[in-house]
């Protein structure tokens, strides 16, 4: 077997190479690395199977670098993304990576013909864009809404559909969630980007080492004909991390200060961070690969108290004093151009009005955190006091408007023409063989626009068109009038009179107008 793998020396990447380095069925793995950085210890690593890997440096844009790295390849695992916050900082190395790489990628597989190799394309959960407690729950198949401004799941989304509706024969695609790996506490206090995680944003991680395992034991099953299209290939998956990696951002935040010491309270005031506009939720169909690939070996408390086994140095953190902690690693952020005190300090009013309402809504965030409502410490945003246990375990689901259980033979056209009367629009396509869903038919969105798409990625991944898969532009507002999927989960942060019009010009600034 050989493998092509893009996206080394990246977090999940460089475990993957890591993982599959030692499998002995594997014989040859080429490596398309567009950056150096990080390379050099990856690689002495891997020193006993140096014989194993072949390097070739270039970009995922390169048609021709591409074909050199997947010829004579049984799988490509497209790994490679430009993730926050330098897809916040640098876009247009975003837009190459997330959006035009898979296009090169599917490009390049398809042009082989007979001799294709399979693809595993690693997509992101992000493309859900913001959850709260109304519908903290998502599985594949829920509306796609990415939040105003996240440039990292706008092209994700773009990328993804590329793989749906390419000619390539065999592909998967699979959303990783949040990723925890071993630098995640250095990395993170470098950027206003942590101020972006809601305190009561559910979140549901996984670790790199268990996204390599999953990684290897697909490859395992299907190098012994286990895998096929009624089980795995050609189907769309949310990567689960399991009930115990389900979390809030406080959690998240009180579980990395706890490893040196420090409560959330010590480190951040409550209108830190954002009230909305982040992408995070937990996974009602997680469950699905684990139970086809059991890789969940590690959950989010493990991970943290095998950091501090292994990093003991950050026991010294302790005997710091809390406010000169609190100054060099965080309170220096806030005048960073990507975190909301910046934002309010130079009258973003666009980015004020997608990540709080408003400046006005931002002044009324409580001062004192006894006052502030924790979801995981069993107060609703609302003050309604709830079991936060019983709540986690109350599993719901959006209505997809026809039944997303059945069997995919057993689709009919008066499902599709349900969704996308849903949708806000209508089937063109007259006729439709029972449980063709991967024969593209035309549709009709809700401002009289035709385009064509399978089934398949319209009922079960979620896609339909709108602006932002032509412009760097979210008009959700406006469209949850329209569409009742994206209004139940749309109007559960926004005001029924929200009506704004989100959009980046040419230099990525953020801007917004009001519709009315």
């Not at 990415?146 to 959303?175: A, H």
Request: aromatic share 12%; charged share 30%; hydrophobic share 35%.
């Amino acid at each position: 077997m050989k493998v092509a793998l893009f996206g080394v020396p990246g977090n999940m990447g460089s475990e993957v190479l890591k993982t599959l380095a030692e499998e002995n069925y594997i014989e040859a793995i080429n490596l398309l690395v567009h950056d150096k950085k990080g390379l050099k210890p990856l690689v002495k690593a891997l020193k006993k199977n140096h014989k194993k890997y072949r390097i070739i440096f270039g970009s995922v844009n390169d048609l021709n670098i591409v074909l050199d790295a997947i010829k004579d390849t049984d799988y490509v695992i497209n790994m490679a993304a430009v993730i926050p916050p330098k897809s916040d900082k640098e876009p247009l190395k975003a837009i190459e990576a997330n959006e035009v790489g898979p296009q090169i990628i599917c490009k390049a597989i398809e042009s082989l013909g007979d001799k294709q190799p399979k693809l595993i394309h690693i997509s992101t959960i992000g493309i859900y864009g913001d959850r709260n407690y109304k519908h903290p729950y998502a599985e594949v198949g829920d509306p796609l809404i990415i939040s105003p401004f996240d440039i990292y799941s706008l092209t994700k989304m773009r990328g993804e559909f590329t793989v749906l509706e390419s000619n390539v024969k065999q592909w998967t695609v699979i959303r990783q969630l949040a990723m925890l790996y071993d630098a995640l506490l250095m990395k993170n206090v470098s950027d206003g980007l942590m101020f972006h995680t809601c305190f009561n944003t559910p979140l549901e991680w996984s670790t790199a080492k268990d996204s390599a395992l999953l990684i290897r034991n697909i490859l395992r099953r299907d190098q012994k004909d286990e895998l096929n299209e009624t089980n795995f290939w050609k189907h769309c998956f949310n990567l689960g991390g399991g009930e115990k990696s389900r979390v809030t951002g406080y959690d998240t935040f009180k579980l990395g200060f706890n490893i040196i010491g420090f409560e959330v309270e010590d480190f951040f005031d409550t209108n830190y961070n954002s009230l909305r506009n982040f992408h995070g939720e937990w996974y009602s169909d997680g469950y699905k690969l684990n139970d086809l690939f059991n890789y969940q070996n590690e959950d989010i408390y493990g991970f943290w108290d095998n950091v501090l086994e292994t990093h003991k140095y950050f026991k010294l953190a302790k005997i710091m004093p809390k406010k000169l902690m609190k100054a060099i690693v965080i309170k220096r952020l806030l005048k960073d151009a990507n975190a909301p005190y910046y934002w309010k300090k130079h009258n973003d009013e666009a980015r004020m009005l997608a990540y709080f309402g408003g400046v006005k809504k931002f002044n009324s965030i409580p001062k004192e955190w006894k006052d502030f409502p924790l979801l995981c410490k069993g107060k609703l945003p609302t003050g309604e006091e709830i079991n936060y246990e019983e709540f986690k375990n109350n599993v719901t689901r959006l209505e997809h408007y026809f039944d997303i259980d059945k069997n995919r033979n057993e689709i009919t056209i008066d499902d599709l023409r349900n969704v996308a009367k849903a949708r806000g629009g209508k089937l063109i396509t007259k006729e439709f063989k029972d449980g063709d869903i991967f024969t593209k038919v035309e549709w009709e969105n809700s401002d009289g626009e035709h385009f064509f798409a399978r089934p398949h990625t319209v009922l079960y991944c979620g896609h339909w068109l709108n602006i932002s898969y032509k412009e760097y532009a979210w008009d959700f507002d406006r469209l949850a009038k329209k569409d009742k999927m994206i209004a139940q989960v749309w109007c559960d942060s926004h005001d029924i009179d929200e009506d704004r019009f989100y959009w980046y010009d040419k230099d990525y600034n953020a801007h917004y107008k009001s519709l009315r």
